[in-house]
């Protein structure tokens, strides 16, 4: 089944303390990117990937991190968590320049709170 | 920079009512992409209905149909016979070829007995 997976679900930590959210896509896309969704402001884009080692910040890319080794994941770190970054995230990828682009693929949501 | 622009936070109609939600948005391409997303509780990000920019027909999908007007830089949806699970958040976004998807604030719409 064609999906991107993304781990943990939801997790709760505190200011300052390392954090990994992982995800996944199975269906060999060239893009991938990470969203913040926060009431009022709909999805955000954080970082974005064209395809192996080639990342680039989307809007509001402060305070995260992310690296793209395989083509398969895009990690996102966030190194000193703080209350501002509680929020939603998603992943998402799709074909990108390789192929049609006319859709986008997201993961289920990781529910971060940041005390 | 592309800009979507929902200028309805919330909107609420009877069940088996018709609805329509609007979204306009900026742009200086010709070819790309526009989309309704519809975000129930569960929080997944669920694909509605998709229209092309260089086609001019509107696209349905069963209840759910687009008024897509471009010159005017204008996307509605209209969710005919409104159902009790239509309820939940919709987005509407924009697409360019291997980019970003960019997204309206959403409309939150609720679908009363």
């Known amino acids: 089944e064609a999906q991107v997976t993304q781990n943990p679900r939801y997790l709760i930590t505190v200011t300052g303390k390392k954090l990994t959210v992982t995800c996944s896509q199975n269906?060999?896309?060239?893009?991938m990117s990470w969203y913040r969704q926060d009431p009022g402001l709909g999805l955000r884009q954080i970082y974005y990937?064209?395809?192996?080692?080639?990342?680039d910040k989307g809007d509001v890319p402060e305070g995260y991190k992310v690296s793209r080794k395989e083509k398969r994941n895009f990690p996102l770190i966030l190194e000193s968590p703080s209350p501002n970054q509680t929020s939603l995230y998603f992943c998402?990828?799709?074909?990108?320049?390789?192929?049609?682009?006319?859709?986008?693929?997201f993961g289920p949501g990781t529910r971060l709170t940041v005390l | 920079a592309q800009t979507v622009t929902q200028s309805q936070p919330e909107m609420s109609v009877q069940e088996a009512e018709t609805v329509t939600l609007s979204c306009t948005y900026d742009?200086?391409?010709?070819?790309?992409?526009l989309f309704w997303y519809k975000q129930p509780p569960s929080r997944q990000m669920i694909l509605v209905i998709r229209q092309e920019a260089y086609k001019q027909q509107n696209a349905t999908e069963n209840r759910f149909s687009v008024n897509f007007q471009k010159a005017a830089k204008s996307f509605s949806l209209k969710i005919s016979d409104s159902q009790l699970g239509d309820t939940a958040m919709y987005f509407c976004?924009?697409?360019?070829?291997?980019?970003?998807?960019?997204f309206g604030a959403g409309t939150r719409l609720t679908v009363k007995p």
């Open positions: 742009t200086s391409e010709s070819n790309y992409y």
């Open positions: 269906m060999n896309h060239e893009y």
């Open positions: 976004a924009f697409m360019n070829r291997g980019d970003d998807m960019r």
């Open positions: 998402a990828s799709n074909p990108g320049t390789s192929g049609t682009y006319n859709e986008q693929f």
């Open positions: 990937s064209m395809n192996v080692e080639v990342t």
